[in-house]
């Protein structure tokens, strides 16, 4: 029997970048925060988590505006996002992750909230492609 596919989810940020991993069908658990210091550096870290966790797709999250017109945040996302579909050797999708990172803050999650807004994003990819 094949294994489901390993994804892993990316709450990406200026100073701090949420890591969460799941299995394709189950739920999304928050892995790490890397520190951005750059593209390449954190290409290099995102490498060695997808090598050890044998990750088969990147999910990264992308901060629409209530309103649904793009923001400077969503541009800054989507430039990450060209560069990693260019630089990984595997799939690289995007979900809507709107208001993430305020609703764990509403539920009294403010310690390591980056991650578990990558493991929101990545509950949000799997429960729209499991239907």
């Given amino acids: 029997m094949d294994r489901p596919k390993r994804l892993l989810g990316v ?27 750059g593209k390449r550096p ?30 400077e945040r969503l541009e800054v996302t989507k430039n990450f996002v060209d560069f990693l579909s260019q630089s990984l050797s595997l799939p690289v999708q995007t979900v809507d992750e709107q208001m993430t990172s305020k609703m764990f803050s509403k539920m009294g999650i ?13 509950d949000t990819f799997i429960s729209q492609n499991n239907a």
């Fill in 11 to 37: 709450d990406y940020g200026d100073k701090r970048v949420g890591i969460a991993l799941a299995d394709m069908g189950s739920i999304a658990l928050p892995y790490k925060i890397l520190d951005n210091k």
């Fill in 42 to 71: 954190l290409l290099d870290d995102l490498n060695n988590i997808i090598e050890q966790e044998l990750v088969d797709i990147v999910v990264v999250g992308l901060p629409h505006s209530l309103s649904g017109q793009s923001n």
């Fill in 110 to 122: 403010n310690k390591n909230i980056d991650k578990h807004s990558a493991a929101a994003i990545l």
